[in-house]
C-alpha cells in the first residue's frame, strides 16, 4: 500500500469520525438531559408547516421575551431559566436548568422549533396546534442545549394521536 492509498483511507476515516461524534452528541442530550415539557402554537400563518417540518413557537410562561432587543440588533444571545421561568440575557448560575438561545427581531430562538413529521399527517397536526394543544418534550443538557424528544398531542405522543383519530 503507497502514500497515496494511505491518505484516501485516512481521507475517509476523518468524516465517519466526525459523524460518529455528533452522533454521540445527541444521543448523550437525549439520555442525559433533563426532560421538560412546554406548550407550543402555531405563529406563522403562512409558514406554520414548511416542507415535513411542523414550525411552532414554544410557550415560556415569560410575559417580556426579547422585548428589549433592539430591532436592528442581528442576534443577542439569552437563556430560558426554568422553575421558575424567567428570561436572562446572562448565564445562569450552575445547577439550574435553563435553555440557550438567542433573541433575533425579538424572539428566542433556541433551534427546537421545529419537528419533523410525515406528509400524510400534516394536515390534522398543523390543525391541532394551532388549536393550541401541542406541547412539545425536551432534553435540556447541563449547559443549556436542548433537543426536541417528542410532540405531544392533548398530552399523549402524537402518533397515538393520529392512531386514535384517522379512521
Not at 476523518?14 to 438531559?33: E, F, N
Not at 433533563?34 to 415560556?60: A, C, K, M, N, W
Not at 436542548?146 to 392512531?163: C, R
Request: net charge positive.
Amino acid at each position: 500500500m503507497n502514500n497515496r492509498q494511505k491518505w484516501a483511507i485516512f481521507a475517509l476515516f476523518i468524516p465517519l469520525l466526525a459523524l460518529s461524534g455528533l452522533t454521540w452528541d445527541k444521543h448523550q442530550r437525549m439520555v442525559q438531559g433533563e426532560e421538560v415539557l412546554l406548550p407550543i402554537v402555531g405563529f406563522d400563518p403562512r409558514d406554520l408547516l414548511s416542507g415535513h417540518y411542523l414550525t411552532y413557537q414554544i410557550e415560556y410562561g415569560i410575559q417580556k421575551l426579547c422585548t428589549d432587543q433592539s430591532s436592528t440588533q442581528k442576534s443577542t444571545p439569552g437563556y430560558i431559566l426554568l422553575n421558575p421561568a424567567e428570561f436572562s440575557l446572562w448565564p445562569p448560575h450552575p445547577g439550574r436548568i435553563f435553555i440557550k438561545g438567542a433573541c433575533e427581531k425579538g424572539r428566542f430562538k433556541a433551534g427546537i422549533e421545529r419537528f419533523y413529521i410525515p406528509q400524510e399527517h400534516a394536515t390534522l397536526l398543523d390543525k391541532v396546534v394551532r388549536g393550541k394543544q401541542g406541547k412539545i418534550l425536551l432534553s435540556v443538557f447541563f449547559d443549556g442545549r436542548a433537543q426536541v424528544k417528542n410532540l405531544l398531542i392533548n398530552d399523549q405522543p402524537w402518533q397515538q394521536f393520529i392512531a386514535d383519530n384517522t379512521p
